[in-house]
């Protein structure tokens, strides 16, 4: 009668990969990857099992149902002691790098919720960029030196966009948007003023009604930003559909075209006076734009933002510079 050989003897049985879905297998082997690092590095089961605080033998079922998986033998067995295939090896530096790439992403997200060291994600329009926001960030870091700044500047409904990305925690922006999934609060108010050539008709006024610009060729922001929307409110209210002349992206190369005697251009008031220009307070319609902070409601803040956000609060009324 032959005799039955044992699995030290025999040749190994092949390895047949089990049925899986090309989508699952993230799902189906990660939470495998630190155990078969550890059998890979202690070559044997046991001393393994004893690292991960796990039996040994629901350790020894998952790398064998790992080599299921993956229809591949990834180790060659002498009991409890084991050494890796050239398979197995190759394996290995990939998932080592998955793991110390999961190991470094957590580190990351534990130093910037850090409330000494961490980091916030701000957005703010481009003319607040100059002055203003500096200056909050400045007295903000007096009691909070530590804390790092992501600073992202672009046009409201960009930054509405990247805030319901998840890539910034709040953002100034202006209009103050009415939208179910953002909460907001109002900061302050900025005047904003009609600019004119220095040689314009109006130059030598210091208050006018806008309706008085009616019929001047306008150099404006393009449709999307905020202050266009506001623009063309405003208008509307004095009585009249503005004619534009040229659209942009920045308030000061608007500045510019109105130098240039290219057209007027209703603003908010500048940092540094541009020569060439006259800027003018608007009597009527009242002429701001209400400058307000937003966050994506339900979404839990890390310690430095919530600094951040309660420092802002408090700025209600003054946050201009």
Aim: overall charge neutral.
């Amino acid at each position: 009668m032959s005799t039955p050989l044992t699995r030290e003897a025999a040749a190994p049985a092949p390895v047949r990969p089990a049925e899986l879905d090309a989508d699952s297998w993230a799902s189906v082997l990660t939470p495998r990857l630190a155990q078969f690092a550890a059998v890979a590095r202690h070559e044997h089961v046991t001393r393994a099992a004893g690292e991960l605080a796990v039996p040994q033998s629901t350790l020894s079922r998952a790398m064998v149902r790992l080599e299921a998986d993956l229809g591949v033998e990834l180790f060659a067995r002498r009991g409890r002691t084991v050494s890796l295939t050239p398979a197995g090896r190759r394996f290995l530096g990939s998932v080592e790098r998955a793991l110390t790439s999961v190991e470094e992403a957590a580190e990351s997200l534990r130093s910037d919720a850090d409330p000494a060291t961490g980091k916030v994600a701000f957005g703010f329009l481009h003319t607040l960029g100059s002055e203003t926001v500096p200056a909050l960030i400045r007295a903000f870091r007096a009691d909070h030196p530590g804390v790092r700044f992501a600073l992202v500047q672009n046009y409201g409904e960009a930054m509405l966009e990247r805030l319901r990305a998840g890539d910034l925690d709040l953002c100034l922006t202006s209009p103050i948007p009415d939208a179910p999934d953002l909460v907001t609060r109002a900061l302050d108010e900025q005047r904003l003023r009609l600019v004119v050539p220095e040689d314009h008709r109006l130059a030598g006024r210091r208050r006018v009604r806008l309706e008085e610009a009616a019929e001047e060729p306008f150099v404006t922001l393009e449709p999307g930003y905020g202050m266009r929307r506001i623009f063309e409110t405003l208008c509307a209210r004095a009585g009249f559909t503005p004619r534009i002349a040229f659209e942009g992206e920045e308030a000061e190369t608007l500045r510019g075209l109105v130098a240039a005697g290219l057209g007027v251009s209703l603003l908010p008031p500048p940092t540094v006076l541009r020569p060439g220009v006259r800027e003018l307070e608007v009597s009527s319609p009242r002429a701001v734009r209400e400058i307000g902070v937003a966050w994506l409601d339900g979404h839990r803040d890390t310690p430095p933002v919530a600094a951040f956000k309660e420092f802002l609060l408090r700025r209600r009324g003054h946050l201009l510079a």
